[in-house]
C-alpha cells in the first residue's frame, strides 16, 4: 500500500479562519430589515379653539405601538420620537397631573377638567386616525361637540 502524502500549505487554515470570521461578522452587521419612520406634529382645536392643555396619543393596537406628546398653549403637540409608518387611531386625553393629595399637606385644589368630548378620549370610541408616511407629517384635528 502506497501513502501519498500531500504538502499542506501552512497558511492554509489562517486563511480559512480569517475568512469564517468576515462572514460571521457581515451576518452579524446586516441587521436585519429596517423599519421605516416619520414625524408626527399637529393641533387640535374643539370648534375652532385651540385645546390647550392633555395628551395626543398615536395607537396601532394591532402592531403594539402607542407614542403620545403634550398639547401647548397653542393646541399644538409634537410627537418627541420617530413613529413607525403605518395606520394609527388618533386620541385626546387629559394629561396626567400630579398628585392631589400631597403627603405634605392638605389636599390641592384641581383645574376643572378639560371639556373634550367623551368620544375622542379613548381609541376604541374616537374616529380620529392619522397615516404615517416617511418624513415628516402633520395631524391637525379640529373636534367636534
Known sequence: MLLVRLKQ????????GVVT???????????GSTVETGRVAGRITLEG???????????????GIDAS???G?????????PV???????????????DPRPEDGPPQASAPPIDIPQK??????TDLT????????????????
Open 21 to 31: 470570521l468576515l462572514l460571521l461578522i457581515s451576518l452579524g452587521c446586516s441587521g
Open 49 to 63: 379653539q385651540p385645546v390647550t392643555e392633555g395628551m395626543v396619543y398615536l395607537t396601532a393596537p394591532q402592531r
Open 73 to 81: 398653549a397653542d393646541g399644538r403637540a409634537a410627537i418627541p420620537d
Open 9 to 16: 500549505n501552512p497558511l492554509r487554515p489562517l486563511v480559512q
Open 120 to 125: 375622542y378620549r379613548s381609541e376604541r370610541t
Open 69 to 71: 406628546a403634550p398639547l
Open 130 to 145: 392619522v397615516t404615517v408616511q416617511k418624513g415628516s407629517n402633520t395631524a391637525d384635528f379640529d373636534l367636534q361637540p
Open 84 to 98: 413607525e409608518v403605518g395606520d394609527y387611531v388618533v386620541s385626546i386625553g387629559i394629561a396626567p397631573g400630579p
